[in-house]
């Protein structure tokens, strides 16, 4: 970092999820050159208390009103001077504040997109993990960014290697399109999740702590289930194709179970340029904090020898019908995919409610998609509508299992 680099402030909403700590503990390598504005959270208001008083942000924002006083309380009884706010106002206001420049959105599902889009409007530096924001919106999402001079800088790994496999010399990862970047085609790496190998008629009785065993990665309950289903995957192949202006088709999705190569990118000459790295998301948040520079993230040094071989194969859609349906939703645009992200969040929340089994998850998500027109969405009323809609559709047809 140059001398005369000045402190720059950083917003985390969804701190106390697997995204935000991550996120602090980066930070806290680095105190020369980030200090934590906001930390935001939904109700889990025991971690943000423990996280105020060792970061000390200016204002604390809990989603939920009773939790947001129990938090109050904590922190005056332990003399700490962060200001606590609470509802979903305020997690829009500590995204856009005039002294944050650099805003972490992590806050899980499509309770992210208003405090996200906030971020953007305020033309901050938005470090994207929820991508669910960009599923649901993309096209209003991405206008914001433009018009707005944001800078959008990818968290999820796959896209943050994509990222760094591109043309190093844009704004922010909104490119012109693959073409003007002599890409040919966006090669998304997954794991394949817990199940890759599970024969296909124990998929009705696994449970939601199987689920959320992810072989290679610590993350949140409803991404580890999404890994599970693949869901995931197809989620990020319509981040993809917002982030970098590609095509459903230009994204092939390629399991490679080690998780070591994060995604790639094959230009018009044949080179494949791929990152590589282990799988910790201090990397990814490392990144995008410091982009263009470099700085330490704290992950260890990728064994290269220990590694020894990199596995690839095609996805099985038998297996994973949640890739294909999201597949399908890409294609289809316009409200599909929103549709198809509210479908997915109560069908997962019904499971690790142990309300259906894992293979309905992709039952109800078809049922949703069958049953709800889509339309052009042309005003974020009409994306907050549809997401409503189709979250009431899915209840109903849980309720009818
Ligand atoms: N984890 C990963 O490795 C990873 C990798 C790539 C992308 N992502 C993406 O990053 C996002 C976060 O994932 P995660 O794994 O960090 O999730 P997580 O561990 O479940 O954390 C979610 C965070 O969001 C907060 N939150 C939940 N509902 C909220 C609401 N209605 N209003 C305000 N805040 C709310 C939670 O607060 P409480 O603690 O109070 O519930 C928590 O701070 C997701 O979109 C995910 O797809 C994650």
Redesign the pocket.
């Known amino acids: 970092m140059s001398p005369n680099t000045t402190v720059q402030s950083v917003t985390i909403?969804?701190?106390?999820?697997?995204?935000?700590?991550?996120t602090l503990d980066v930070l806290a390598r680095h105190p020369d050159r980030y200090s934590v504005f906001a930390l935001?959270?939904?109700?889990?208001?025991q971690?943000?208390a423990t996280q105020c008083l060792q970061h000390n942000p200016r204002y604390a924002?809990?989603?939920?009103e009773s939790?947001a006083l129990l938090l109050a309380q904590e922190l005056s009884r332990q003399g700490c001077k962060t200001e606590v706010l609470q509802g979903?106002d305020a997690?829009a206001q500590v995204a856009a504040h005039n002294d944050v420049q650099v805003v972490m959105?992590?806050?899980?599902?499509a309770?992210?997109l208003l405090?996200t889009l906030a971020a953007v409007e305020a033309g901050k530096k938005v470090l994207l993990?929820?991508?669910?924001?960009l599923v649901m919106a993309g096209g209003l999402f991405t206008k914001a960014v433009k018009d707005h001079d944001a800078i959008l800088l990818p968290?999820?790994?796959e896209h943050n290697a994509i990222f760094q496999c591109l043309p190093n010399h844009r704004p922010d990862c909104l490119v012109q399109g693959l073409q003007s970047s002599g890409v040919r085609k966006i090669l998304l790496t997954a794991s394949g999740g817990p199940f890759r190998n599970t024969p296909l008629a124990d998929l009705r009785s696994v449970t939601p702590e199987q689920a959320c065993a992810h072989p290679n990665?610590?993350?949140?309950?409803?991404?580890?289930v999404?890994s599970a289903t693949m869901l995931?995957k197809g989620?990020e192949l319509i981040e993809a194709c917002w982030l970098f202006n590609a095509r459903p088709d230009q994204v092939q999705v390629v399991i490679h179970p080690q998780s070591v190569i994060h995604s790639m990118v094959e230009y018009v000459d044949g080179s494949v340029l791929a990152q590589l790295g282990n799988p910790d998301?201090r990397t990814?948040i490392a990144h995008a904090l410091a982009w263009p520079e470099r700085i330490v993230s704290g992950v260890a040094s990728l064994d290269i020898i220990a590694t020894a071989r990199l596995d690839f194969s095609a996805p099985d859609y038998e297996r994973f019908p949640c890739l294909k349906l999201a597949q399908q939703a890409a294609a289809r645009a316009a409200t599909a995919p929103t549709i198809l992200n509210a479908a997915n969040e109560i069908a997962v929340a019904a499971f690790l409610q142990r309300k259906i089994r894992f293979d309905q998850i992709s039952q109800v998500i078809t049922s949703v998609l069958d049953k709800q027109e889509v339309s052009e969405p042309d005003s974020l009323e009409l994306v907050i509508a549809t997401d409503l809609k189709a979250r009431q559709i899915a209840h109903s047809v849980i309720a009818a299992f």
């Open positions: 909403l969804g701190a106390t999820g697997s995204i935000g700590v991550s935001t959270a939904d109700r889990r208001w971690v943000l924002v809990l989603n939920d939790s979903a997690l959105a992590a806050i899980v599902g309770a992210g405090p993990a929820n991508k669910e924001a968290i999820d790994s990665w610590s993350m949140g309950q409803k991404i580890s999404d995931n989620l998301m990814p």
